[in-house]
């Protein structure tokens, strides 16, 4: 079936990079994109961008411009988000999801379960 | 960017209820809206894309509309298994910000 398979939780000091997984299986990996949202404790979900599996075109939230890499690895058909400078707000569950089209971000239909980054002194 | 606006942000209602959860975009977005449930410590799951299309497996009581900027998700008959927390999200462009979420408590 298809399923996306995150790695573990990371707790990280301010200031450092945290870089998370999520191996995709049960489809084409290139013929679809992967977005990757987080959510805070007790808050909404919040869109960080997205990747073309397809031809690794990416599109960063504004927010995250500068701070964020979205890579994918065709080869073992994994998506990768690297975040920066990390800081005590940016503790939070971080999924992926399969983005519907491979041009343009697109509505997401397939979710991984997420990974919780604690980022703490 | 797309500022999306949910409404309610708490909904009580009881098992059976038709339950309506709104949301409205800044700009129009045509029918390029999704809506998306999520229950407490799991990730969210797709009901409903380009506004009214229901996504394959999501029961029939789930259905969604639009009129011009307006965008509703309406539970005809509330179940145990709906209390969860709602969120919509358009996608017409690289602005993806989604809806502040609405939660559908027991009453």
């Known amino acids: 079936q298809v399923q996306l398979v995150q790695s573990g939780a990371e707790v990280k000091k301010p200031g450092a990079s945290v870089k998370v997984s999520c191996k995709a299986s049960?489809?084409?990996?290139?013929?679809?994109?992967i977005s990757w949202v987080r959510q805070a404790p007790g808050q909404g979900l919040e869109w960080m961008g997205w990747?073309?599996?397809?031809?690794?075109?990416?599109n960063y939230a504004q927010k995250f411009q500068g701070r964020v890499t979205m890579t994918t690895d065709t080869s073992t058909s994994t998506a990768y988000m690297e975040l920066r400078s990390l800081r005590s707000d940016d503790t939070a569950v971080y999924y992926c999801a399969r983005d519907y089209d491979i041009l343009t971000p697109y509505y997401m239909d397939v979710w991984g379960k997420g990974t919780t980054v604690t980022v703490s002194s | 960017d797309i500022e999306m606006t949910q409404s309610p942000s708490t909904l009580s209602a009881s098992v059976g209820d038709r339950v309506t959860i709104t949301c409205r975009a800044s700009q129009s977005i045509s029918s390029w809206l999704a809506w998306y449930q999520q229950k407490p410590g799991k990730a969210p799951k797709l009901l409903i894309y380009k506004a009214s299309s229901l996504e394959g497996g999501v029961p029939s009581r789930f259905s969604g509309s639009a009129s011009g900027t307006e965008f509703t998700l309406t539970i005809s008959s509330l179940q145990p298994d709906d209390f969860a927390t709602y969120y919509c999200?358009?996608?017409?462009?690289?602005?993806?910000?989604f809806g502040q979420g609405t939660k559908v408590e027991i009453k």
């Open positions: 999200q358009p996608y017409n462009s690289y602005s993806k910000t």
């Open positions: 049960g489809y084409t990996f290139t013929s679809y994109g």
């Open positions: 990747i073309s599996a397809y031809n690794g075109n990416t």
